[in-house]
């Protein structure tokens, strides 16, 4: 499989990633990877139906998504990842998928997050997963628009949260 864009969007597929992120990943097929939407008949229902036109949409658990990664047969495949949290991309890392870039887009504010960027809002255990990331040399890049320029999103992190 050919991992194109690996993104971070808790609105999962919305307009900016349905006119702007999907052809920026030029990829065959958009995966949705999140135990919490592939079990939330739903959600990924509604998140399958607002795909762009032409674009194949999976909605998977992360142990499917890894299964997927390692088969053969999806070998040439090209694909744009899209998660709803840190931690769900760091346990695909961990079950052998190699990501080297993260996009970091929309996490939104919930009670027990911090509000970092007018986009981004954190809590420990997405600092900690964002961290361990790093740690795995995994580049991570805060870019809500395709029009904003590139912000190493470590650094940010390290501004609001200094170990």
């Known amino acids: ?3 194109n864009l690996v993104r971070i969007d808790d609105r999962l597929i919305h307009g900016q990633v349905t006119t702007v992120w999907t052809k920026e990943a030029k990829a065959e097929r958009i995966i949705v990877v999140s135990d919490e939407v592939a079990n939330d008949e739903i959600r990924s229902t509604l998140v399958k139906q607002a795909a762009p036109p032409g674009i194949k949409v999976s909605v998977v658990s992360i142990e499917k998504a890894a299964a997927v990664y390692q088969n053969p047969k999806y070998a040439n495949d090209t ?3 899209l998660f709803t949290n840190p ?3 760091v346990r695909l890392i961990e079950h052998g998928v190699p990501i080297k870039s993260i996009n970091i887009g929309g996490m939104s504010f919930k009670t027990g997050k911090k509000q970092i960027t007018k986009a ?3 809590d420990e255990n997405d600092v900690s997963a964002f961290r361990k990331m790093q740690q795995m040399g995994v580049e991570l890049c805060l870019k ?3 029009t904003d320029p590139n912000v190493d999103f470590i ?3 390290e501004q609001e949260f200094p170990n």
């Open 155 to 157: 650094k940010l992190l």
């Open 79 to 81: 694909v744009f990842y």
């Open 1 to 3: 499989m050919i991992i």
């Open 144 to 146: 809500v628009v395709i």
């Open 87 to 89: 931690t769900d991309v």
């Open 120 to 122: 981004v809002s954190v």
